[in-house]
C-alpha cells in the first residue's frame, strides 16, 4: 500500500556477505511483484521480478522470495558489494492492474 | 529500444509560481505514463496515470495537474506552487506491469 508518510527502514551490511531485504505487501488478489532499486538523486531500476505463481526465481547475485500465506516478499542480494547500496523498493500490482503499489522502501548500506 | 526523457533535470520556483514539467518517451507507442513524486527519504506516491492521449486519472487529490498532449508525452503542471510541492518527480512509462522510470526532476519550491 502506500508509503510515502514514512521514513525508511535502514539496513547496514558488510561488503562480501549477504543481504536480505524484506516487504510485506498488503493485497492477497496481486500476482505481480516487482523489485527496484534506487540510487541517490536517480529513478528507480528494475532488479527482478516475479509472478504469484512461482515462489522462487533468481536472477544475477540476486533471488526473490514470495510466500503468498503470509503475504511477503523478499529480495536475497548474494556477495553485497559497495555497488549495492541504494534504497530497495517492492512493489505489488494489486488486483490484477497494471499500476504498481509500492512499498516502504530499505535503504542499504554497504561497509566496506 | 525505448528511452524516456524528463526535464528539468533540477528546478528551483519561487511560492505562487507555474510549473510545468516534461516527460517523453521514445521507441515505443500507446504507452501507459505515470507521475510520480518522491519526498526526501520516502517511498513513492502516484499522483496520475494515463492509459492514452488525454486520458488522465488522479490519485491524489491537489493543485498539480497533468495533461498527454501527444501520445508519448506527459506534462505535469501547477497554476501555483505550494512549498509542500517540493520532492523528487518521476516519470515512468509501461505495457504491462513493469515500469520504466524516468531520471527524475528534483523541484524546491522557496
Known amino acids: 500500500g502506500e508509503s510515502v508518510g514514512l521514513h525508511l527502514p535502514t539496513l547496514s551490511v558488510q561488503e562480501g556477505d549477504n543481504s536480505i531485504i524484506n516487504c510485506a505487501y498488503s493485497?492477497?488478489?496481486?500476482?505481480?511483484f516487482i523489485w527496484y532499486k534506487q540510487e541517490s538523486g536517480k529513478g528507480p531500476q528494475f532488479i527482478i521480478d516475479?509472478?504469484?505463481?512461482?515462489d522462487k526465481r533468481q536472477g544475477q547475485r540476486v533471488t526473490v522470495l514470495l510466500n503468498k500465506t503470509v503475504k511477503h516478499l523478499s529480495l536475497q542480494i548474494a556477495a553485497t558489494q559497495p555497488g549495492d547500496s541504494a534504497v530497495y523498493f517492492c512493489?505489488?500490482?494489486?488486483?490484477?492492474?497494471?499500476?504498481?503499489?509500492f512499498g516502504t522502501g530499505t535503504r542499504l548500506t554497504v561497509i566496506p | 529500444s525505448q528511452t524516456i526523457h524528463q526535464w528539468p533535470a533540477t528546478l528551483v520556483q519561487p511560492v505562487g509560481s507555474p510549473l510545468s514539467l516534461e516527460c517523453t518517451v521514445e521507441?515505443?507507442?500507446?504507452?501507459?505514463l505515470y507521475w510520480y513524486r518522491q519526498a526526501a527519504g520516502r517511498g513513492l506516491q502516484l499522483l496520475f496515470y494515463?492509459?492514452?492521449?488525454?486520458?488522465i486519472s488522479s490519485e491524489v487529490p491537489q493543485n498539480l495537474s497533468a495533461s498527454r498532449p501527444q501520445d508519448r508525452q506527459f506534462i505535469l503542471s501547477s497554476k501555483k506552487l505550494l512549498l509542500s510541492d517540493s520532492g523528487f518527480y518521476l516519470c515512468?512509462?509501461?505495457?504491462?506491469?513493469?515500469?520504466?522510470f524516468g531520471p527524475g526532476t528534483r523541484l524546491t519550491v522557496l
Open positions: 515512468a512509462w509501461s505495457w504491462g506491469h513493469e515500469q520504466f
Open positions: 493485497n492477497s488478489a496481486s500476482d505481480y
Open positions: 516475479i509472478r504469484s505463481n512461482m
Open positions: 512493489a505489488e500490482n494489486g488486483a490484477g492492474a497494471n499500476n504498481l503499489f
Open positions: 521507441g515505443t507507442s500507446n504507452p501507459n
Open positions: 494515463s492509459v492514452g492521449i488525454g486520458q
